[in-house]
């Protein structure tokens, strides 16, 4: 395709233009009133989003730009996946903001910035573009991370992530700088024969590859690159982890996926053992950090390692089976991490307390029926058991893993999904099985949160139900990966 | 006969849909929603009396229906049953309404979500029975234990929040390797189908076989439970509400039995052959440990509990024998246990219902005050042990003899514990019945109330019953047992000279020459 053709950048075009509308409507407001923030970034991923559908159903979706940004089915599967995460986000935030006390113009801009990252993360096909990408979704988290501005842990949260993911984005330019220096390219398709082992690149091929996977496994948060982690999900406000833990994790796996299965599949000989090695211990070091939590988000967070380590198992696979699988389980994971966290968030009260330790969630069955019903759907779901999205999910991915002979992995993922499921069961023990203590301060859930916790759930049990649909996308996108 | 295909699907989702019903009831129509779950599952009942109606004594699938679930991975909804299942639905359908009945008025505070846990356990129960493909049957395998785990966790004693955890994560343990044991199958299998019938066909390596055997068989074993992964059983079934330890002796044990059954025997034949010395000799250690320490037990249920252990030895060592007549044995014998062990967990509870206490050494004299109650629990005692005349000592012959070309050893050994068994129930008979009232609280203990008549006639007549008409049940059973058994072996040799079982035994390939 020659001349400008702009139509695959539409998406992150529409979500970038309503960041800065939603900045520009914040400055025109009058003091004291608030502006409609949430309503405009919610029409604006809405937007993107029948964009990316009208993409889908049209032709002439190759890469563009000079071949440096694709609007292939991966592209597409992802963006959709994306925009979904940041609308329900949108959907969870103003009740929180505004019991929390930071209901301002700015966290949605940062939101949106940092969806048009993700949505360039998962598309590049170059890899300084994609380096680009990272950064604009990353410092847009960093900032977001922080926005609790009177809570220390929110600043610590915020400064830990960016000292570290300043750090690990210097690997990954480092494995870059390599790559550009043994091939001659920073395109991924040119990367690719000359990688070959045929063509003699030798050790520093390989270096560059090794770099570029501490970069990705500090983003996915794999040990042994997950010490920023815990206190970053437990520091920055509620609604930002719950983005963080579905929308980063999911950019980043994508462009993990889309940078490392085909085009280096020459070194996979080399960098599958080391995804094995890594996906068996982030399963250990996650699930077993997790069992010494009591405090929700920092359990959640060490759950979020070890559904990393899950992902990985599958990224041993065949390309196409590895893909269709950490796509699909992406998908499964940020509709119940979303829950999760928002079911947190929208629990938060006038005084700006949320649940925090576990022993906040005492009784709330008894007074939050339906709420700790979906908790509970999310929990069995993050376990993995039927019927829900996690158990297809997991089903999946150590399918994946199994044919590629590497069965150990699925049999280290289903023991270490038992050890999950003692501290997933703790919350519900907590909420069905304990008498409430004292007055019920947790605010009630409101309409715009109670949408979106709805949405998840019924997300998460119907593809626990009938997944078909999703896995027949997971594999037409995991069929374009070139 | 639209009907037949369907009836299994119907029986599987009624109780979903009467979860869902129950589930909107208001939260102060405790009777409504008592009355809801009562006549759904009484429904499900009935219509699980047309399968006994329709089914026909034959090898074979039958009332099946199949449908594409998801093509690519060779998954399908693929329900039907046969012999090994027919009765075990009907237990189930059959012991879930009188597990409502006898918890109407000893569950009284979070009655909706209690009868939403039965009906959804009851559909996942019933669900493990009639799959036919993997995938489905691990969904409701794994899917089950989420109600029962409520079920203990809420409305379970004291420590029911230690018995809950401990029964999901044990159970979760030693499915999951189950689970990657599938994945495994359909990998070297290579046909692309989850379906038990086609994966059947496909010849496993020997070899691969033994390590696909174990994950299979450990998940049973877990499930039945055997001798030594039986430790989570105790604390279950003592903390359980009385509904709870009914459906989880009842129905939830012979799910491990019917595993081997239906999956670990048929997809893995070589491998049970190799393994089956091995598991007689754990199921034989069940039986004489289960006894002894339901021997020294102090208190009712845990008495009934461990029972349970030895009772299902017997039914583990029926199936490790991998004969015709042995097979309809443990099957019939499930069939007992779940309704003599289900009587007699009723009844402990309405025990407890009177005095909340399970101790044995608070009760003494019964028989004077509870005329009635003591009666059947008498009876049902008997059916326990096996006595000649009631059900349970159908099973227990029809093993006992199955077995003996397989060990003459072990069944002598198993023989042991058919007196043992007699020792620990009559001796807490004695002890509970007979002798003068020791306690006066207990003179002015009520007798049987009209609906706890209504819970334990049905319990006490079928355990007649099946005691003295046990070819009508036996009947259905055998050609499917008969089936099972020639897969492990070569030709069929008639069986001979071993038909004074009361009841005829079944006409049957013999075990091992």
New interface residues.
Partial sequence: MTGLDLRPLVPALIVAVTGLVVLLAQAFTPRGKSSPSAPLSLAGLLAALAAVGIIAGGRGRGAVLAGTVAADDFSLFFHALILAIGVLAVLLSPSYLRATGIDRGEYYTLLLFSVVGMLGLVSCLELVSLFVALEIMSVAVYAMAGLHRDRPESREASMKYFITGAFSSAFFLYGVALLYGTSGSTWLARIAPALHPSSGTGALGTLGVALLLVGFGFKVASVPFHMWVPDVYEGAPTTVTALMSAGVKAAAFGAFLRVFLVPLEALSGQWRPAVAVLAVVTMIGGNLGALAQSNLKRMLAYSSIAHAGYLLTAVVAAPRVAAEAVLFYLVAYAAVNLGGFGALAALANREGREPASLDDLAGLAERRPVLAAALTLFLVSLTGVPVSAGFVGKFYLFNAAVSADYAALAVVGVLMSVVSAYYYLRVVVVMYMREPVGADTWAPVTGAARLALALSAAVVLGLGVYPGPVLGWARLAARSLR | MRLASSLLTILVFLPVAGAAVVALLPRRAVRAQKLAGLVVTTLVFAASLLLVEGFKAAPGMQFEATRA??P??GISYHVGIDGLSLWLVILTTFLTPLALLGSWSSIDRRVR?FNVFMLLLEAGMLGVFVALDL?LF???W??M??PM??LI??WGHER??YA??KF??YT??GS??M??AF??V??AAGARSFDIAVLAQMPVEPRLQMWLFAAFALAFAIKVPMFPFHTWLPDAHVEAPTAGSVLLAGVLLKMGGYGFLRLAIPLFPQAAVAFAPWIGVLAVIGIVYGALVSLVQPDLKKLVAYSSVSHLGFVMLGIASLSTTAVVGAVYQMLNHGISTGALFFMVGMLYDRRHTRAIAEFGGLKAVMPWFSALFLLICLSSIAVPGLNGFVGEFLILIGSWPFSRTLVSVAALGVILAAAYILWMVQRVLYGEVTQERNRALPDLQPREWAVLVPLAALALFMGVASPLFTRKIEPAANALVLRTQGPPRPFAGMVSAPGPAPRAASARP
């Fill in positions: 679930w998801l690519d991975w979500e995938f691990y969904i409701f794994e899917a234990l989420i785990y409520f966790g809420i029911r929040i809950a955890v999901f994560l979760m343990a999951v390797l689970l990657v994945l495994v359909y990998r």
